[in-house]
């Protein structure tokens, strides 16, 4: 059987950056893996983050948003059965941080998945400067993540300090007791930044499993109030950008915008990733981009924001 791990996490929890050192890991080992990418959007940015990944023993698949909830759910699973017959070792999923663990535990358990792959680990990030205002939405979504993970790795440890990141710990257990789940996380809880983990963390990070407590489910994807924006080939500074973001963000007019990500392109032909969340904003460069930006958030007016691109 081909073993399957979900790499989960809200929204700005830094899964990308993970998956590209945990998968560097796994193909030391000499594993041949699919990394599939399930994104809420319609356009998959992340995937693009991972490229430098593809290779002999590292291919790349995406399953795009874009598209109502049961669609979305039918295209996961005929991209499962279609990697399921690619001989990998492992196959990585990692969704967009708007993600129902429910649905890929009722998707494996599905004929004929539950005969082809084996859920091996289930692995949640948490930005360790986790905000501390979230919605019900949200503290829904992180209190499930958390149920199901074998590991909990608070990201971004350095930029926090020890002391915020036991205060995100203690909001994520009362996310947990708010959704009747009564796990014990401690365990599972891993501070050290992403970049600092080792071949030892992640000898015990790839046999952390999942766990299966229960919990009251509060919210649906169908009805979840999520929303993206995406734009295509829209030209802009990193000014500008910076400008836009700072605008809707501190701006309830626009909605609940907590994330907005994509790419631009330099006059000299080059590419910068943006990403940015009410804590931070990074501009990087990268090799190789497409000219987007999507917005994600809760409640989003569209009229201003398309207006404001």
């Known amino acids: 059987m081909v073993k399957i791990d979900l790499i989960t996490g809200f929204l700005g929890s830094g899964k990308t950056t993970f998956i590209k050192k945990y998968a560097k890991y796994l193909m030391d080992k000499g594993e041949n893996i699919g990394i599939l990418e399930n994104d809420f959007g319609a356009v998959n940015v992340d995937m693009m983050l991972l490229q430098e990944l593809e ?3 590292c291919e790349l698949e995406m399953v795009s948003g874009g598209c109502d909830v049961d669609c979305h759910r039918r295209r996961f699973k005929t991209k499962l059965i279609a990697m399921a017959m690619c001989g990998y070792d492992r196959v990585i999923v990692e969704p967009s941080g708007i993600y129902d663990v429910d649905e890929f535990f009722d998707t494996l358990h599905e004929e004929p998945l539950d005969k082809w792959y084996k859920i091996d680990n289930v692995i949640t990030l948490v930005n360790a400067s986790l905000e501390s205002e979230l919605s019900e939405a949200s503290r829904y979504l992180l209190a499930s993540q958390a149920s199901v993970a074998g590991s909990i790795i608070l990201t971004r440890l350095e930029e926090a300090g020890i002391d915020q990141a036991k205060d995100t710990v ?8 708010e959704c009747k789940c009564n796990r ?3 365990d599972a809880v891993i501070y050290k930044e992403t970049l600092s983990l080792t071949n030892e963390d992640f000898d015990k990070i790839s046999t952390s499993g999942y766990n299966m407590s229960s919990y009251k489910k509060t919210w649906s994807q169908d009805e979840s109030g999520f929303e993206s924006i995406y734009f295509l080939n829209k030209t802009l500074t990193v000014k500008q950008f910076e400008d836009k973001t700072n605008m809707m963000m501190n701006n309830t007019e626009y909605g609940n915008v907590f994330r907005v990500k994509g790419f631009l392109h330099n006059e000299d032909g080059t590419w910068i990733e943006v990403n940015a969340t ?12 497409q000219e987007v930006i999507i917005v994600i958030g809760e409640g989003l007016n569209k009229e201003l924001i398309e207006k404001m691109f």
């Open 184 to 186: 014990d996380i401690d």
């Open 170 to 177: 203690k909001r994520i257990k009362d996310a947990l007791i």
């Open 278 to 289: 009410r804590k931070d904003m990074t501009i990087t460069p990268i090799a190789k981009g």
């Open 55 to 57: 290779g002999d023993k």
